[in-house]
């Protein structure tokens, strides 16, 4: 029997969190200008889940950062 899983990626990234919604758009807003590509970003700010609000930001670097409303 041959197991049907050929391949998991596992994506690992850093998580910061802001205070609330407008601070979450400023931030998308500024973000290419500083080295940032939005990740996901046709799904914003609910990329997680619906009840989740967060940006998913990369950078050239490859280092991936979520940004919460905690």
Known sequence: MSNP???IELWTHDLAEVEDR????A???GA????WSEL??????HAGSPGHTALFVE???GSALEIVVA
């Open 22 to 25: 407008p601070t979450l758009d």
């Open 59 to 61: 950078n050239v670097q």
């Open 32 to 35: 290419a200008e500083n080295g």
């Open 27 to 29: 931030l998308r807003a």
């Open 5 to 7: 899983v050929h391949h």
């Open 40 to 45: 996901i970003a046709d799904a914003y700010p």
